[in-house]
């Protein structure tokens, strides 16, 4: 109707080719294709022949139902992100993620989100690698029936994990273990950042400050090392790792139960082999300078660092007593006896002791006090 009207004023004169396409609101060289058209076709020639058409870019029906049928049997309960990461991995799928999303969504598969919350700042990232890194732990139940910590140590700066396996229960060990692990796969780094647990800080006043100065075995492990600690007061100051932890508390469980894993051993192993390689592949990032601050360890046995120190004084009987046992020390070719010296217990994670004189290690012990190495002349 407003083509008949435009054409009529021009064919009376009333308006001009560039008056008229203003009033269809095209420019006047479309107004002549539009003439052309007409005075051929009539009103039929207007009509745009790509209506009803089906586009040459749309998916087959086919493709559509082997993805819905792909999402329903194996990955019912992924969220979208989580299907695309194996979608495009294991089943080498060429779409592009909005359009997994919202092919998904149209079948009713997936909710839509809601809108997110209001705009937070981050904290700016650390610009270096092994500049500063998170570890935390998060209790959730991973399997059906049972609940086990996650330990996660993790780089600041690029998000990478280095460090990931569950324990029964969070502690002073776990930590040990999870620093371990990076120190001797990357290097020695500055500085750690972590929650007020009680393995981690003193802390003299419920949520108040922790004591810098009163360390835990954890904290005296790090001073020895020369990492710096850093506290965090709020569960949005560990902002980071708090979302890493949301994902694997997503996608985690719902692999685990995928692969048909039940046991806390087999589950460590898919963490390390499997799951924490892809996490990484998906979620890392390039931090903002390349070079690495990670220092190669090259000090005494690291084992003899991170682990728990008491501090004793041998016995008349040349013994040392350590929760209920009686540690005897062999002899050596340096003293006849240790009678009142002040030693140091370690003790390991995996239970065993060990007994330090100054930087010699006089035996070393299993969990029950028995001596498994005849070796007292070994330095640390």
């Not at 999870?178 to 006043?205: C, M, N």
């Amino acid at each position: 109707m407003r083509f008949e009207e435009s054409y009529e004023g021009w064919k009376e004169g009333r308006l001009t080719q560039e008056e008229a396409a203003m009033l269809l609101g095209v420019c006047d060289r479309t107004f002549r294709r539009y003439l052309m058209r007409y005075e051929d076709n009539g009103m039929a020639g207007l009509a745009d022949k790509r209506l009803g058409q089906i586009s040459h870019r749309r998916a087959p029906v086919d493709e559509v139902m082997a993805l819905s049928d792909l999402y329903s049997n194996r990955f019912r309960g992924f969220n979208a992100k989580h299907f695309y990461s194996w979608y495009r991995r294991d089943h080498q799928g060429s779409r592009s993620y909005t359009w997994v999303k919202t092919t998904l969504q149209q079948k009713g598969l997936i909710p839509k989100a809601t809108m997110k919350g209001t705009h937070r700042k981050k904290r700016t990232r650390a610009p270096y690698v092994g500049m500063m890194l998170h570890q935390d732990g998060s209790r959730h139940q991973w399997v059906t029936g049972k609940y086990w910590d996650l330990i996660v140590t993790m780089d600041d700066a690029s998000s990478e994990h280095y460090s990931m396996f569950f324990v029964e229960e969070e502690g002073t060990q776990s930590s040990f273990r999870g620093v371990k692990e990076v120190i001797e796969q990357h290097g020695l780094f500055a500085s750690f950042y972590t929650d007020r647990g009680s393995h981690y800080w003193h802390t003299p006043e419920a949520k108040g400050k922790v004591d810098k100065w009163n360390l835990t075995q954890f904290g005296r492990a790090m001073s020895q090392l020369g990492i710096k600690m850093i506290a965090a007061y709020s569960p949005e100051a560990r902002g980071r790792s708090e979302r890493a932890f949301s994902t694997h508390q997503d996608r985690l469980v719902k692999e685990l139960a995928m692969a048909g894993i039940t046991e806390i051993k087999q589950a460590n192993d898919y963490l390390a082999n499997t799951y924490m390689p892809a996490h990484n592949a998906e979620f890392a990032i390039v931090p903002q300078e390349q070079q690495s601050v990670f220092v190669p360890w090259a000090g005494t046995a690291l084992q003899d660092i991170l682990c728990e120190q008491y501090d004793r004084t041998v016995g008349n009987d040349n013994c040392v007593k350590f929760e209920g046992l009686r540690l005897q020390i062999p002899p050596d070719q340096y003293r006849c006896h240790y009678v009142r010296i002040a030693v140091s217990v370690h003790r390991y994670p995996d239970g065993g002791l060990a007994i330090f004189h100054g930087p010699r290690k006089l035996a070393v012990y299993d969990p029950n006090g028995k001596e498994i190495v005849v070796c007292p002349n070994a330095a640390a």
